[in-house]
């Protein structure tokens, strides 16, 4: 693909870089000039993936988070902080999935952790990071939502809950943070070829086809060239909002269900 990017002397933090969409969102901001810092729970791959970078001659540098943890991502943040000098772009991307279990079988356990890793973290991180952005006279974050942050999905509850507290989040933060010359957006990704989906069911994974129009998984790179269009000038007058990259999931009709099970 084709698109260039220009964020020399910026600085881009992306956590949940260690593998999938984080990684290539990493890489990409790094090709595009910006000093990336590379944040994730993942030590040794998160390692790696700065070190990739660097090698391609790219800036950047590992940082160790929990992003469930609040005190991890403040520590996070001022440590790229005193690293870099500021922030101006943050992907904020880190997530788990949880249990596939109906909504009456999910355990207490799998509800908070998924609620700590997918939505408290994405409150944790702009917390941190727009008193920094604001410092810098503006700045732009792309939260990670997903599909399920727009519709339902099936025996995905604490997901589908968290997905959409994201998109809630953003939209509330987008509007807090106007003023400030903050941009806040969500990214809402289909199924996506990670090891994310790698690690499903196999019946799972094979049902997610029926609703994709496109009949194909995204790649983690379709992923990361929106998130850098939200963060450019190019999107200038984008804010609070949900972007869909989904290869047509969140819009399709149940007609294509049908048409799919009828072996059209
Ligand atoms: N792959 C998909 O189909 C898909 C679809 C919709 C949304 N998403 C979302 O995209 C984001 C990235 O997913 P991916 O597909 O790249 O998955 P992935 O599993 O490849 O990458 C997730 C990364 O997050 C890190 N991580 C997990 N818990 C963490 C924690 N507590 N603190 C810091 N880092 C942590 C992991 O170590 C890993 O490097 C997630 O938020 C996910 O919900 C993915």
Known sequence: MNVIFEF????????????????????????AGAQVAVADLN???GEDVAEQIRTEGGVAEFFH???GDEASVAALVASVVERFGGLDFAHNNAGIE?????????????????MDVDLSSVFYCMKSQIPEMAKRGGGAIVNTASASGLIGGYQLASYTAAKHGVVGLTRAAAADCARHGIRVNALCPGPIDTAFIA?????MRERLMFGVPMRRLGTAEEMALPVLWLCSDAASYVT?????????????????????????
Not at 98 to 114: E, I, K, T
Not at 199 to 203: F, G
């Open 240 to 264: 609070r909002h949900a972007l869909s990259v989904d290869g047509g999931v969140v819009s399709s009709s149940p007609v294509t269900f049908m048409e799919d099970l009828a072996g059209a």
């Open 98 to 114: 949880g249990a596939h279990v109906p909504v009456d079988q999910v355990s207490q356990d799998d509800w908070q952790r998924v």
């Open 199 to 203: 690690q499903m069911p196999q019946a």
């Open 43 to 45: 030590r040794q791959a």
């Open 8 to 31: 020399s002397g910026k600085v881009a933090l992306v956590t949940g870089a260690a593998s999938g969409v984080g990684r290539a969102t990493a890489k990409a901001f790094a090709k």
């Open 65 to 67: 988070v929990d992003v």
